[in-house]
């Protein structure tokens, strides 16, 4: 981690560098000698942090890289308070006219802490240069060497999966059955089937069981069991594999293996397997690179050989398919039965049936929980439980320790080992991005927006050519997905990640890495302390502020806050002053109604939000906040902006009030951001949501500036200037998604002519009048979401979106005045989801056979004159739920099973009836319910 550490700083150093009006002459000679040392150490830091993190016992090491690590962050510290110093000198005392009086008191005032800071990078200077003198001692190793150089003598714990008896394992049968089907198929095509899933999901032990199954054994003539690991040597992967072969023959090797090359081995190996029936095990595969390395090794003799790969990697799954032959066996968690069932027998030692005592199944069942299906994780607590006396007092005890326990008790230190192997092989801007998880609360699902935009603001990110840093945080992000380190936990209807979160084992490891290293703390109260190199700093369920008196002088970088009750004007004040050097203040669902002047003094930060707080007021210190690059006010009160904002020119996400459902289709506020001055100067917008149209026509002449916007929202657009909005848009090539709302429901919008619509556009939401669905929708090749509500419609508007190529989500609210909908045959081919709401005059539903193929969810009403159940439903054999919402209950009668219309809805998997209650609440009912109700 010193490695991330120390490389951050020095991507921090170069723009400081390159801006060199920033620091006073001599100053910038002093930091780029700095730089240059920190880069002379940088390529042997990553054999000393993989020493100081295995090597138990090499103090050295550990403390060699701990100095090197203070030290990175001593240098933050003294050029962060130096650029703050700066800039309040240039606020307060250099005006944009200068007169001389006042250039003299400003370079007087420049030139003020420059011996203090000399002294400062003198000093650290000197520690550098020892740091690296002592490093020599050790005989660290460059990390420029190539694939398979590293020695990896240390025990890998995963060795003993490869020996579980069967009668230990337990819900891996059907997993089993089914690669054994896939290896012993007829095709005579070589086979590469790779299984993939995070680490301690028992991959190696259901191969293994693959491997030694007897119908496999029979199949085969030739098989060979090699494990891979992270580093290998190709050379002598291939030699041990040709041994492997021999060896599984009970065949003598020849001695001239020993001896070869690695193309003499590749000549051997080929030879050997040409005639030969073959199966071979590559086991723990960490690099796409293997494959291209070791395919040509094994010849395609169509004799119905199999290659069997396991990796945590679905980047390395990928890129051993090569054609329609090869698969991906994508291996999920036990389920919550299964894992019960495999702690009993591992903890109680109950038998097959694994059944524990009735007064100890429910702690045992949180116990499981808690390991959310891994079995590496059920079999080593089960293993301690096994240990100790079987009380509940005693589980109980193990259940409210269970995070500390991972990290400290001896009996699941390999457990530990093996979840941090991933971690380990992580380059550092990917263990920055994944040491963030631990920040957040157990079992917390953070929405994908949200994380991007915090991983650009802490810096983890770096630029890349042709790329903006959002593309770049989304490739970081994927990679941790394909990993396996990270889980989605909700994805939108076309496939985008919406939340992401954290298996909770990996993240106790994280979090203890975490604070070892300084790279955040979470605080919950009480004693739990930290010193003053922590870097983040993420508060749980505290009410109070001793974590403010504990030491005034802090690195903090970061403040998050989750399940605070209470957060007085006093703290805020406080914090603002304590924490001076932020970059991100994320005060997301905090109680709070308080934003502090001083908010403006923190000239480093680059995120803000108040999301969900009752915060009414943004102070006009805010345009002070010059690196400030977002602004997230969603569901706050703030519905005015001062008119300083505009001094924001690296604001690139300006997130304000948005539409609030109470119900699926009710809304209950349309206020929006009301900006008292332009936008023209922030250039670099890419998300401006939601803002009111009250500036008239100047703030769509302004609009036409923001050539990078991606998502814009606009409310209370009167009808003239919806011509002039036209034109901003069309202006917009880069825009994703588009949100207009009149001044009211009976209010017009008048979205007709735009010229070049947004070809990129794929959300697209239009709430107020419409003579007609604007033509130019048609065009919009990669539209995913449309949205129609209040338009008030006689023309059916499923003539123009029903051939829309990508649509996946229609919603129609109230804006169809016509008596009859009809889906033709061939309409809508790629859509999942349908929503049509509150539609008064509709009589009759038509679904023609053909159309909605994939549509997988229906939600439909409340539509008074719609008595028929339509029968077209029966067509849609994809659909998974259907819900209707304030219907009679004679129409709901007609689909109980039973019932004159039940055939149309039997092959759905669930079918709801929601009925209102007490205003805009609603009750579910099940098919179930209304049986018993009519019954």
């Not at 069967?166 to 896939?182: N, S």
Request: aromatic fraction near 8%; charged fraction near 25%.
């Amino acid at each position: 981690m010193t490695e991330a550490v120390v490389s951050l700083v020095i991507q921090n150093l170069v723009p400081l560098l390159v801006d060199q009006a920033s620091f006073v002459s001599g100053i910038h000679r002093e930091i780029a000698q700095i730089k240059g040392e920190l880069e002379s150490i940088h390529s042997f830091i990553k054999d000393a942090d993989a020493r100081a993190e295995k090597e138990t016992f090499n103090y050295g090491a550990k403390t060699w890289v701990n100095q090197l690590r203070e030290v990175a962050y001593e240098i933050e510290d003294v050029i962060d308070n130096y650029v703050l110093y700066m800039a309040k000198v240039e606020c307060r005392h250099c005006p944009r006219v200068f007169s001389t009086l006042s250039k003299a008191v400003c370079k007087t005032l420049r030139l003020k802490p420059c011996s203090e800071m000399s002294r400062e990078i003198k000093h650290i200077k000197e520690r550098i240069h020892a740091i690296k003198e002592r490093g020599k001692s050790f005989g660290f190793r460059s990390s420029e060497l190539g694939v398979g150089q590293e020695d990896e003598s240390w025990h890998d714990p995963r060795v003993t999966s490869l020996f579980i008896e069967e009668a230990e394992v337990v819900g891996i049968g059907p997993h089993r059955d089914t690669l054994v089907e896939w290896l012993v198929n007829a095709s005579p095509k070589r086979r590469v089937i790779s299984v993939v899933g995070m680490g301690g999901l028992g991959k190696t032990t259901l191969v293994r069981k693959v491997y030694e199954n007897q119908v496999v054994i029979k199949h085969f003539n030739s098989k060979a069991w090699i494990t891979v690991s992270q580093s290998y040597k190709v050379e002598e992967l291939l030699r041990r594999t040709l041994k492997q072969f021999y060896k599984a023959r009970k065949e003598n090797a020849p001695t001239e293996i020993d001896k070869m090359d690695e193309t003499l081995l590749i000549i051997e190996l080929r030879q050997y397997l040409m005639q030969k029936r073959y199966m071979v095990v590559f086991d723990d595969v960490w690099t796409v690179e293997f494959w291209a390395l070791i395919r040509h090794t094994l010849p395609d003799n169509s004799q119905g050989s199999r290659v069997l790969i396991t990796t945590r990697s679905d980047n390395v799954a990928f890129s051993c398919k090569e054609s329609s032959f090869d698969d991906i066996y994508k291996l999920q968690p036990l389920p919550q039965e299964a894992a019960l069932e495999l702690f009993s027998k591992k903890a109680f030692h109950s038998g097959v049936e694994g059944d524990c005592s009735s007064d100890l199944k429910e702690v045992s069942t949180n116990i499981v929980r808690r390991c959310e299906g891994l079995p590496l994780a059920i079999v080593a607590i089960a293993g301690m439980v096994s240990t100790k006396r079987k009380t509940l007092s005693e589980l109980q005890k193990l259940e409210s320790s269970l995070g500390s326990e991972i990290l400290t008790n001896p009996h699941l230190s390999n457990m530990s080992r093996i979840l941090s192997l991933s971690y380990y092989d992580l380059p550092y801007y990917l263990k920055l991005c994944l040491m963030h998880f631990g920040m957040l609360p157990e079992d917390y699902s953070i929405r994908h927006a949200r994380l991007l935009r915090l991983w650009i603001a802490e810096g983890f990110v770096k630029g890349a050519k042709g790329k903006t840093m959002e593309q770049v945080a989304e490739e970081c992000l994927a990679e941790l997905i394909n990993r396996s380190l990270v889980q989605v936990s909700r994805i939108d209807v076309d496939g985008k990640i919406r939340t992401i979160r954290v298996h909770d084992l990996m993240r106790e490891i994280i979090l203890s890495k975490s604070e070892e290293l300084c790279f955040g703390h979470v605080w919950t109260g009480g004693s739990s302390g930290f010193d003053g190199l922590t870097r983040r700093l993420s508060i749980h369920r505290c009410n109070e502020d001793s974590f403010l008196k504990r030491n005034r002088k802090f690195g903090i970088r970061s403040l998050s806050m989750f399940q605070v009750d209470n957060l007085p004007c006093s703290i805020m004040r406080e914090l603002v002053k304590v924490f001076k050097l932020l970059k991100v203040l994320d005060l997301q669902d905090a109680p709070t109604d308080f934003l502090p002047e001083e908010v403006g003094d923190l000239f480093h930060l680059r995120y803000l939000s108040l999301r969900n707080t009752k915060t009414e007021k943004i102070p006009r210190s805010i345009g002070k906040l010059h690196n400030l690059q977002t602004l997230d006010l969603k569901c706050s009160f703030v519905h005015e902006l001062p008119g300083e904002l505009k001094r924001l020119l690296n604001l690139q996400y300006l997130i304000g009030y948005s539409y609030e459902y109470e119900t699926d289709f009710s809304i209950s506020a349309q206020k929006g951001l009301k900006l008292k001055q332009g936008l023209g100067h922030l250039e670099n917008l890419q998300k401006l949501y939601l803002v009111e149209a009250n500036r008239g026509i100047s703030l769509f002449k302004e609009l036409r500036k923001l050539k990078l916007l991606k998502k814009l929202g606009i409310t209370k657009l009167e009808t003239p200037n919806g011509k002039f909005l036209c034109e901003s848009i069309a202006s917009m090539s880069h825009l994703e998604s588009l949100e207009v709302c009149s001044t009211g429901e009976e209010d017009k919008l008048d979205l007709q002519f735009i010229s070049s619509p947004p070809q990129y556009l794929k959300r697209l939401y239009l709430k107020g009048r419409l003579e007609k669905v604007p033509a130019w929708i048609s065009k919009l090749k990669n539209l995913i979401t449309v949205s129609l509500m209040w338009s008030g419609l006689m023309i059916d508007p499923l003539e123009i979106l029903q051939n829309l190529p990508n649509l996946s989500e229609l919603v129609i609210q109230e804006a169809f005045l016509g008596e009859e909908l009809v889906f033709q045959a061939t309409s809508f081919q790629k859509l999942k989801i349908l929503k049509l709401y509150n539609m008064n005059s509709l009589m009759a539903l038509t679904i023609e056979r053909g159309a909605l193929p994939l549509l997988q969810l229906l939600k439909i009403g409340p539509i008074p004159r719609l008595n028929n159940v339509p029968s077209g439903i029966c067509h849609l054999r994809n659909l998974t739920s259907l819900r209707f919402y304030d219907v009679s209950k004679e129409f709901a009668f007609k689909l109980l099973p039973g019932g004159q219309d039940f055939w149309v809805v039997e092959h759905i998997q669930t079918v709801l009836f929601h009925y209102q209650l007490q205003g805009e609440r609603y009750r579910t009912c099940t098919v179930s319910d209304l049986t018993l109700m009519k019954n």
